[in-house]
């Protein structure tokens, strides 16, 4: 992945380095430094509405990302503490609610998150083994108060895992519209195109900025990219949440 990347912004800073010295060694050199003014006037616009709207899509990637990993530990964190208040109970629904979520979160481990990190549509059994463990503790006795305070909490506790694995399954179909790349590549574009009308003295001096831009604006957008799904590319977001789980049934 780091490689891929370096190589997309070693590329980039290649071709806008190659570009720029061609235009100015066999471009028409007359007025071209009095382009500076008005191309400046118009970068400065240019540029300036570009890094707001790349800074603004990476921050929602971000607090996307981030928001995906807190759902997946509530969801994790909620059926322990469902199992735990259903051993309250009695010991048959104990035991049950713990095998159905041991088997709840391995089927998290083993066949949603991979198809997750792959952006695969998929259809799973989790909803239905959600479904069994809370028809197990609605039908589970409480004969006193204190029972009945268990079973109220294991319920509450299931009703959070089942908004958070929502939260997480909505997680894996966000990205970047069609239209929002479209502007992200065309303003790109632009504002390493228009340092290509700039003039000054030292050839060298020109190359050198057009190709840091270039390189800049193509990490970026290489970022922007990784982090269009929290499960894969350079988020990355793991189970370990739910092997924690796994870890806790015993």
Do not use: C
């Amino acid at each position: 992945m780091i490689t891929t990347g370096l190589l997309w912004v070693g590329g980039a800073a290649v071709v806008a380095a190659v570009l720029a010295y061609l235009i100015r060694k066999y471009g028409d050199a007359e007025g071209r430094s009095a382009n500076n003014e008005a191309a400046g006037q118009v970068f400065t616009i240019v540029g300036g509405l570009h890094a707001v709207l790349v800074a603004f899509v990476l921050i929602a990637l971000f607090d996307a990302a981030s928001q995906a990993g807190d759902a997946a530990y509530k969801e994790a964190d909620g059926l322990v503490a469902a199992t735990w208040a259903s051993d309250a109970l009695s010991r048959e629904t104990g035991e049950e609610v713990r095998k159905l979520s041991r088997e709840y979160a391995t089927t998290v481990i083993d066949d949603e998150w991979p198809k997750l990190a792959d952006g695969e549509a998929f259809e799973s059994t989790g909803w239905s083994q959600l479904d069994r463990i809370r028809q197990v503790v609605a039908a589970a006795p409480a004969d006193d108060e204190w029972q009945v305070g268990r079973k109220t909490e294991a319920a509450t506790q299931l009703w959070q895992v089942y908004q958070a694995r929502q939260a997480r399954l909505d997680a894996a179909g966000g990205g970047i519209s069609n239209v929002v790349w479209f502007v992200l590549v065309i303003g790109s574009v632009l504002a390493i195109g228009l340092p290509l009308l700039f003039g000054g003295p030292l050839m060298r001096t020109h190359v050198i900025i057009v190709a840091t831009l270039a390189a800049t604006l193509t990490m970026l957008l290489y970022a922007t990219y990784q982090l269009q799904n929290p499960y894969g590319g350079g988020a990355e977001l793991t189970p370990d949440a739910f092997r924690s789980a796994v870890a806790r049934f015993g």
